[in-house]
């Protein structure tokens, strides 16, 4: 005899309700589970699309992506001499914000070597890649750009002429590929007004040089600029049966540059940027289910308080302890498991909604149940602790 | 045939200066198709004389035979299972019937026989030739709080007589119940004792009632002070 079944459809109304309160929170643990699947996905998507043999960057710096990273363009001619190196090509990667249609939006820009450098986008799902030198992107349809449309970023009209929606930036936002230097005059291209005050402010200070005269200031100036040929790593393709970790020393040693493969460039990732926001979402999914456990727990004690009468009266008339255990038990698991099933279908029904990319996986929504089902246990401990110490003398008298 | 001997029974609540005689040298004895009261007044021990009987409260001192083997003695139970011997040979019907509320009136019928372990086709057989024995088959599918008091009291006696208990043990169970509606429960007591050949023991304060006993056990202060037999 199923008492726990016949004691819930009598409470039917508050058993739904539990379901589904619980339920959502169990939907936010899931939504969590994927949001840090989705963000190690994105964090990593870009690094592991580009894939190159060895990343350098400014020495020291964890760059590009989980530390900023600087270097001058032409350090890609130098590392291209050295010996293994097959090819050596600059790339610039940034995040910014800029009008798309009618609204504001964020998104990072990949400059790279349109002629057959590293780092451009490989898998085109419609249009093509960029052919001009200047004034074509290829985007990722999250930007919400379509082949043709022409894009305002700086100065300049860019012509969308492919789509990938191979990677999207470490924080989520899409990509837009453009040649190198289109990417490099985004970046620094200033407003005129700012060019000329800059001009001013920096020939005053020549102008008070008592060995320069205004005229010598004059010819300085365009020398004086600030240096627009930037990049932030090179991006090195090795020469077949050549030891990578050899060349990486090579490069550190006369380069002063660092240098990691891709396996090392996903470890700073998970170490650095995207190690705390895995930490975090651990600590929002452990408070999570604890309350869930805690709600569960809370419930099934009132459940079991509202028929401790009952219970007395099943232990007066010989009901054997498993009984009781199973009763209860089974009314925590039926609300665990139930709630379990509501927040797995709706999240599975809904992740399309959420901003950023949700990614569930059966292995998580297993250890979540494995968790759950655990923890629905935890939660009759109280409200088997309370039968169990029921005397049968309760039953009697009015 | 003797169902149930007790001879000296005696129970003693706290220790030292808090030590309360609840019951002190009890003896009875009732026999099959009997009908037997423990009259008394409110903290009288009859109570606590039936939680001894019911295998709920272990008493201090004194010794007990049921169904002609020595249960209680000295030292304790003698090596029973309590509930097993609950489950199997004792029923109870309750002042305020106790029907578990999640269950119709059917089901209350068949829990105590699913505690025995009957098969599922015999156990609604059983149950449902016990509610038409009490009159209450056509409220087998009711839950408690959709049947009167009267119906409820007629499940509570069917699910009573469930196991084919040797020993019924009624607590109050014409407290709440006028003259007429008393009377009634008391003939249906009887007629169970006689046709069932079960001993019925009525835990009771209730004077208006006492001419339809076999025997009534007056108690005072946990003592049996009086005890009268009713010739038929």
Redesign the interface.
């Known amino acids: 005899?199923d008492?726990a079944v016949?004691?819930l459809?009598?409470?039917r109304g508050r058993f739904i309700a539990t379901v589904l309160g619980v339920g959502l929170l169990f939907t936010i643990v899931l939504a969590m589970n994927g949001l840090y699947r989705g963000n190690i996905h994105e964090g990593l998507a870009l690094i592991k699309a580009t894939n190159p043999d060895l990343w350098v960057v400014e020495r020291y710096r964890g760059g590009p992506f989980n530390e900023q990273s600087t270097l001058p363009e032409f350090y890609h001619y130098s590392v291209k001499a050295m010996a293994g190196v097959e090819k050596a090509s600059p790339f610039i990667y940034y995040t910014v914000e800029r009008p798309i249609g009618a609204k504001s939006q964020q998104f990072s820009i990949i400059g790279f070597d349109i002629f057959g450098g590293l780092g451009g986008p490989q898998k085109i799902y419609a249009g093509r890649n960029i052919e001009q030198a200047h004034y074509e992107m290829v985007a990722h349809p999250k930007l919400g750009a379509r082949v043709g449309d022409r894009i305002p970023l700086g100065i300049h009209l860019y012509t969308v002429v492919g789509l990938t929606r191979e990677a999207v930036s470490s924080n989520g936002d899409p990509l837009v590929y453009l040649s190198l230097p289109d990417a490099q005059e985004v970046l620094f291209q200033r407003d005129n007004e700012q060019m000329r005050n800059q001009r001013e402010r920096l020939l005053r200070t020549l102008s008070g040089q008592s060995y320069l005269s205004p005229s010598q200031s004059e010819k300085l100036l365009p020398q004086l600029q600030s240096d627009t040929h930037i990049i932030n790593a090179i991006l090195v393709r090795l020469k077949p049966e050549v030891n990578r970790a050899e060349v990486a020393r090579d490069i550190e040693k006369w380069l002063y540059l660092s240098a990691f493969s891709t396996e090392e460039e996903l470890a700073l990732m998970l170490k650095g940027r995207l190690a705390s926001m895995a930490k975090q979402l651990l600590l929002f999914r452990t408070l999570l289910l604890i309350i869930s456990v805690i709600i569960v727990s809370l419930v099934i004690y009132t459940f079991t308080m509202e028929?401790i009468?009952?219970i007395a009266?099943?232990?007066?008339?010989?009901?054997?302890n498993w009984?009781i255990i199973r009763m209860v038990m089974e009314q925590s698991l039926l609300l665990t498991i139930g709630a379990f099933l509501f927040g797995l279908a709706l999240i599975h029904n809904t992740y399309q909604l959420f901003p950023r990319t949700l990614l569930l996986i059966p292995d998580d929504d297993l250890v979540t149940f494995i968790v759950a089902f655990a923890g629905g246990i935890i939660a009759s401990i109280l409200g088997l602790w309370h039968a169990l110490k029921t005397?049968?003398?309760m039953?009697?008298?009015? | 045939m003797e169902i149930l001997r007790i001879e000296g029974l005696s129970k003693i609540f706290g220790s030292g200066h808090l030590e309360v005689r609840a019951l002190e040298d009890i003896k009875l004895s009732v026999s099959e198709g009997d009908l037997v009261a423990l009259l008394g007044p409110s903290g009288s021990g009859k109570?606590t004389l039936?939680?001894c009987i019911?295998l709920?409260?272990d008493p201090t001192g004194g010794k007990i035979v049921f169904d002609g083997q020595t249960i209680f003695q000295k030292n304790g139970w003698a090596g029973v299972d309590v509930?097993?011997?609950?489950?199997?040979k004792?029923g109870?019907i309750?002042?305020?019937h106790?029907l578990?509320?999640?269950?119709t009136a059917k089901?209350n019928v068949?829990?105590?026989l699913?505690?025995i372990g009957l098969k599922k086709e015999e156990a609604e057989s059983r149950a449902m030739e016990l509610l038409r024995y009490m009159e209450i088959v056509d409220r087998a599918d009711y839950?408690p709080a959709l049947l009167s008091g009267g119906e409820q009291q007629r499940v509570a006696v069917a699910?009573a007589l469930a196991n084919n208990a040797k020993l019924i043990l009624a607590?109050?169970p014409t407290?709440?119940l006028d003259t007429s509606r008393g009377k009634k429960v008391m003939e249906l007591l009887k007629k169970i004792a006689k046709e069932n050949r079960s001993a019925v023991i009525v835990v009771t304060h209730d004077v208006r009632m006492i001419e339809g006993f076999d025997c009534v056990y007056q108690l005072k202060d946990g003592r049996i002070v009086d005890e009268k037999t009713n010739s038929a």
């Open positions: 005899m008492l016949y004691d459809k009598l409470h028929k009468r009952s009266v099943m232990k007066l008339l010989g009901a054997p009984v005397q049968p003398a039953a009697l008298g009015g | 109570t039936l939680l019911s709920i409260l509930r097993r011997t609950r489950r199997e004792i109870f309750f002042q305020s106790n578990i509320p999640f269950l089901q068949l829990f105590p699913s505690l839950l699910r607590d109050e407290a709440s």
